[in-house]
């Protein structure tokens, strides 16, 4: 069975910084493409990044709004992936999710709440 | 970047009914390797997205045959044949042409 399970969410002030995990089972990982969606508070869902495998040089992705304050990473030793979200904005106000992507199978997780807030 | 328009849906529906969910894409999604790369999620009450439908018009495994997706390059349609109870939650639509990967809005569906 494939399981995705984030971690690390919580309230932060912005300009602040913060690190989710994911940790994953289930599937063969070190050849797997990881992406990190994130559904706004009015449900709008965005991705966020991708991240490829090391036969692809780990290539990275983002959306444009995240360029440069976001970096996706990946621990194959671990079948896991991370982001580390920088200089957070009011606007990243978000559930975050990681998921894996075969494109024609995909499991998410549940979501790791992100709340940027004074 | 390609916009991803999403129908509403006349709610409440009654059980039992089929209802067609409509998307519409700012760009052709066909590829040239013949695949038009249009998805399909549910997204139930409380929980995370799921994969109905992907290459516009294959199920995903284990997704009952009473979804079905249909579409051009441009206009899509996702149709449920006989709602049941547990397909209320809100289904978007996705194109995974090209980055940045796009959703629709989201139709909500709501079961009488």
């Known amino acids: 069975e494939v399981q995705v399970l984030e971690s690390g969410g919580g309230l932060v002030q912005p300009g602040n910084s913060l690190k989710l995990s994911c940790a994953t089972s289930g599937f063969t990982f070190s050849t797997a493409w990881m992406y990190w969606y994130r559904q706004f508070p009015e449900k709008r869902l965005e991705w966020v990044a991708r991240i490829k495998a090391k036969s692809n040089n780990y290539a990275t992705d983002y959306t444009e709004s995240v360029k440069g304050r976001f970096t996706i990473s990946r621990d194959d030793s671990k079948s896991s992936i991370y982001l580390q979200m920088n200089n957070l904005k009011e606007e990243d106000t978000a559930i975050y999710y990681c998921a894996w992507s075969s494109g024609v199978m995909d499991a998410w997780g549940q979501g790791a709440s992100v709340t940027v807030s004074s | 970047d390609i916009v991803m328009t999403q129908g509403a849906l006349p709610n409440p529906v009654p059980s039992g009914e089929s209802v067609s969910i409509t998307c519409r894409s700012s760009k052709s999604l066909l590829y040239s ?80």
């Open chain 2, 33 to 112: 390797d013949g695949k038009t790369y249009l998805n399909w999620y549910l997204q139930r009450p409380g929980q995370s997205p799921q994969l109905l439908i992907y290459w516009m018009s294959t199920r995903a495994s284990g997704v009952s045959d009473r979804f079905s997706g249909s579409g051009s390059g441009t206009d899509f349609t996702l149709k449920i044949s006989g709602v049941e109870a547990e397909d209320v939650g809100v289904y978007y639509c996705q194109q995974g042409l090209e980055f940045p990967l796009t959703f629709g809005s989201g139709t909500k569906l709501e079961i009488k």
